[in-house]
């Protein structure tokens, strides 16, 4: 039983349903595994040990009269604190909100509850989301079980530490702006943000809800594909998958790797990827050459132009959305911070925009520029932008050289796990990720290699914080995970994850792969 935990969701799928273990034995394994590692990682906010251990015990007694226990019949899964479990809070980071009791299940949690998962508890976030580590005043700090003192990422972040760790083998995030991506690059797992559209996020406190332009998805977190792939599919709606979406979910991916046409980049925007997350890139694109693919690089066009459009999106409100939604509550000096700017006028952000300049603070201005307007106009020219953009990025992908673009490998995050209070400094590090919220494409994030200890640093000093924050993070990096992000064309999630698949079978047996860490007991 102590090994259970160590099994992925669909072998532990399989095994209940033949009968070479009860649902009961691997749901204890998992809530052993969490009371081991949790005391160190503090990623799991809300259990349901009791209540998981009587459904578990209810599916084996159907089993045994030979009913259909369902595609995830008594595994244990984690859900992301901000998604509903009826009778479970759902904070987002907020005590006032400590008492609140969902009535019913999220739409996506209640589809693998139906598919006979057992919730056994649910996981950590930043405050309202908001920001890449996973703190608040209400639950405190999760750290990385691959190093203590550094964070395991946001918003999904106790997700991906307590699934990393081993605590759970299958868990349900969300990401509007790289939530579920950077968490599991951060913590060496493996991830899927949908299209926008196949799995909108339904939280009950959302800020960013009212604009319906970059729209927050969720999405699974595992540690293999196959995992990823399975909790997608019921997620989507499983065989009536096709009801529930503009495009149904392909369940015949294409031949792995052969016929591909891949672009590859290592460095998109101001911040420059570290060492080890652009080999990462370079290596993944050799490995889908070697696989028969077409490969070429490709450099994403205006970066720049993305980021002001992305930021300029999310902060249309001034900020309201986020203040209505403290009220009286203590606030993440995160989140206070970007408030601070966030809520004032145009003139005064102009004002901050000239100094920021004149000091050299370039990574900081790429946020700050965008902040002070808060009029409908102004919010109709981004999302303009935007459209206008998506035309512009599906131009540059068609007229590749070879032939149009399939998939995109690129870093899904610009540096290795930070160190607990870098994200003030560093923000999203970097447009990997919020540049396919912008544009909607489905992509995954996979373990690749771990930082080697000649790749630690190598950016020379700097009056920006930003990059010398960047800096600061690698310093002592060494043996952190270095993943990859792979996006694909829209409604494409089958071409991803086929891709996935692909790399993840020939870097899952090398040495340097960021198996399940050795989280301290």
Known sequence: MDELWTHSATALASGIARGDFSSVDVVSAHIERIRAVDGALRAVVVTRFDEALAEARDVDERRARGEDIGALGGVPVTIKECLDVAGTPSTFGLPSRANDRAERDDPYVARWRKAGAVVVGKTNVPQLMIYI?????????????????????????????????????????????????????????????????????????????????????????????????????????????????????????????????????????????????????????????????????FEPPHVETALDLFYGILSAD??????????????????????????????????????????????????????????????????????????????????????????????????????????????????????????????????FTRVRADEETFRTPSRDRLVDGADETERGSAGLPAGIQIVGRPWREDTVLAAMEAIEAIVRVRDDYPHTPIAPR
């Open 133 to 297: 580590e996973s703190d608040n005043p209400l639950y405190g700090r999760t750290n990385n079980p691959w190093d203590l003192a550094r964070t395991c990422g946001g918003s999904s972040g106790g997700e991906a530490a307590i699934i990393a760790a081993g605590g759970s083998p299958l868990g349900l995030g969300s990401d509007v702006g790289g939530s579920l991506r950077v968490p599991a690059a951060f913590c060496g797992i493996a991830s899927l943000k949908p299209t926008s559209g196949r799995l909108d996020d339904t939280t009950r406190l959302p800020i960013f809800d009212g604009q319906r332009a970059i729209v927050s998805q969720e999405g699974p977190l595992a540690r293999t594909v196959a995992d990823v792939a399975l909790g997608l599919e019921i997620a989507s709606g499983g065989r009536d998958a096709h009801r529930h979406a503009p495009k149904p979910l392909d369940r015949r991916p294409p031949a792995r790797g052969r016929g591909f046409h891949v672009g590859y980049y290592e460095n998109a925007g101001w911040l420059r990827a570290s060492p080890a997350l652009a080999r990462a890139s370079r290596e993944a694109a050799a490995l889908f050459e070697s696989l028969g693919a077409h490969v070429v690089p």
């Open 318 to 447: 001034g900020g309201r959305g986020a203040i209505d939604a403290l009220g009286s509550d203590a606030r993440d000096r995160r989140v206070s911070a970007l408030l601070a700017i966030a809520t004032k006028p145009r003139a005064f952000v102009a004002l901050v925009e000239r100094v920021l300049a004149v000091a050299g603070q370039h990574g900081l201005l790429q946020m700050v520029r965008n902040y002070g307007f808060a009029d409908t106009r102004h919010y109709w020219k981004l999302v303009e932008g935007l459209r206008a953009y998506a035309r512009i990025f599906e131009r540059a992908m068609d007229a590749s050289p070879g032939g149009p673009l399939d998939l995109i490998v690129a870093p899904p995050v610009g540096l290795p796990a930070l160190p607990h209070g870098m994200s003030e400094t560093v923000g999203t590090a970097g447009a990997y990720a919020p540049l396919y919220n912008l544009l909607g494409y489905p992509c995954g994030t996979l373990p």
